[in-house]
């Protein structure tokens, strides 16, 4: 081997001993940046902890202060939102949707013409094709609320009664069927830490002894009283009872429950909206309902706020709400107790700082108050003492008519027939449609610029029945006579004064709803409406 072989042979050694120590230095200088690091950031960390914010989880483990502020913040949101959208909507009329709060957007029909983009917008119903609410957002100050007026439609609800929907949040509401009497609806849980409203739902309130039937995301529910529901997608439907009773099938299964219970229903298809599984059995209402619904109506904050009904219970109130013949006020007049009228905490506006402009708060709308509560016998005080409804014109013929025919058709006398009077220019009627089994109803509109005054109501209907008889009368909610008359044709006052204060104005380019509330069940024909009004002419309907 020559001197340059040996030279660099000697000197390999001396190379990869200087290479290990420089190696180990730079790992030294590595591992101590690493630590010094480390010291900082847990400085940085403790001084953010201490400051009340937890750098060490996700947002879903806030600190305790935070939360707490988050709530504060949220509730002053829900606060402003829920004055705002009463003070908005406290008109708002039987069959219609108001724009309750910031931000929704609607679909409307095609002939629509009415605005539906502000905050006190009001629309028909069956104007409206489809809505969005926006999810409560602390940022941009916003929580959608959409409220409806929909009339009760289970046989016992008194004519003309209304039931409130209330669409909050994150939701969407496909009105399908155009009124609601079947329509989809979807929810989201709630986007941020806010502990007063959980979820986004829809909040229905039915005044006392009332309730409505409808079809939602393909299920059939039927309610009598207070309830929430949210809908997640490809998720579940809960509905959770506060106060009465619930009825919901879906899958060809049924299953009852009560208030401080919730039933679920699996939801899937081709939209992710559609009931696909048989409702579960009933739940106990947990926090986040109750919070809900604390938030939203002001009641039912904890469990001793709610009186139970068991499934078993729910079932018998609903059957005997569907199956049983109404209650029917007599030909004499009524007097009403005190101790009869419904209960202030039972109010319609599901929004607690909510208050009708005129009437006590069982009214529905903020119209002149209507009087009648439910027709339980015990809760009334008759007055036989007063004038027999039928003494002023009891036409001899009548009675023999209607016995001698066995179709109980009615043979008009001198002494009872239909006005003679013109039919009115400016003011119209739309048709004459059953609005329940017991029920006609007719939408009256004034085209003038003047107030008129209902004068005389007079109709032909069909005695199917021999017990059955001309109820009461109503104008949207507010009773106007209540005599009842078991004879056809009806003439009104002739037969039995206006009800004493009763509301018979119909205002200027306004509209009012005439109900005309028999005590059994209607043929599908045979009926004939006329209304005379103090300016000489009359408006008629038939079916």
Not at 371 to 396: E, G, H, I
Request: proline share 7%; net charge neutral.
């Amino acid at each position: 081997m020559d001197a340059s072989s040996r030279s660099v042979s000697r000197g390999s050694p001396r190379r990869s001993t200087s290479r290990r120590r420089r190696q180990q230095s730079s790992c030294l200088y590595l591992s101590l940046g690493a630590f010094i690091a480390l010291i900082c950031v847990i400085i940085a960390g403790s001084a953010l902890y201490i400051g009340g914010f937890n750098p060490f989880v996700l947002p879903s483990g806030l600190t305790a202060t935070v939360i707490a502020q988050n709530n504060a913040s949220c509730q002053a949101l829900i606060d402003r939102a829920i004055q705002a959208s009463g003070n908005s909507c406290g008109g708002t009329g039987s069959n219609e949707v108001c724009y309750g709060n910031t931000t929704i957007k609607a679909e409307l029909a095609p002939d629509a013409t009415q605005r539906f983009s502000e905050r006190g917008d009001t629309i028909a119903i069956n104007a409206l094709q489809r809505l969005s609410a926006s999810p409560l957002n602390l940022n941009n100050n916003e929580w959608g609320i959409a409220v409806f007026k929909v009339i009760a439609n289970l046989p016992r609800s008194l004519p003309g009664e209304t039931v409130t929907m209330v669409v909050f949040g994150n939701a969407t509401l496909d009105n399908n069927s155009g009124n609601l009497e079947s329509f989809y609806f979807t929810s989201e849980l709630g986007q941020i830490a806010c502990k007063k409203v959980p979820y986004d739902g829809l909040m229905i309130t039915s005044p006392e002894g009332g309730g409505i039937r409808f079809t939602i995301n393909g299920a059939e529910l039927t309610l009598m009283g207070n309830a929430s529901i949210k809908a997640i997608k490809n998720g579940n439907m809960e509905v959770s009872v506060y106060r009465g009773s619930g009825r919901l099938v879906s899958n060809g299964q049924e299953q009852y429950f009560g208030a401080g219970q919730k039933v679920t229903v699996q939801l899937g298809g081709e939209n992710g909206n559609q009931s696909i599984s048989p409702p579960s059995e009933p739940q106990p209402l947990t926090e986040d309902e109750l919070n809900t619904a604390c938030n939203i109506t002001g009641q039912y904050c904890s469990q001793s706020e709610i009186t139970p009904v068991s499934g078993a219970e729910a079932q018998g109130q609903i059957l005997s709400e569907i199956t049983s013949t109404p209650t029917v006020l007599t030909t004499q007049t009524l007097t009403r107790t005190p101790s009869a009228t419904i209960p202030p905490t039972n109010t319609v506006f599901v929004l607690p700082s909510w208050t009708p402009s005129q009437g006590p708060p069982s009214t529905s709308t903020p119209r002149p108050p209507r009087t009648p509560t439910r027709t339980k016998a015990p809760t009334r005080t008759f007055t036989p003492a007063n004038t027999p409804t039928r003494t002023n014109t009891p036409p001899p013929t009548n009675t023999p008519t209607v016995t001698s025919t066995p179709t109980f058709t009615f043979t008009p006398t001198a002494t009872a027939v239909a006005p003679a009077n013109p039919i009115c220019g400016s003011v119209s009627a739309g048709a004459l449609t059953s609005s329940a089994t017991d029920q006609l109803a007719m939408n009256i509109t004034n085209g003038g610029s003047a107030d008129i005054i209902v004068n005389r109501f007079f109709s032909y209907w069909v005695k199917n029945q021999t017990s059955q008889k001309l109820d009461m009368l109503l104008l949207d909610t507010d009773l106007i006579w209540n005599t009842s008359d078991s004879d056809t044709p009806s003439d009104i006052p002739t037969e039995g004064n206006w009800r004493s204060g009763a509301n018979l104005t119909i205002p200027a380019a306004g509209t009012r709803t005439l109900f005309v509330q028999f005590q059994d069940d209607l043929e599908a024909t045979g009926y004939e409406v006329h209304l005379v009004f103090d300016i000489g002419c009359q408006v008629v309907g038939t079916k």
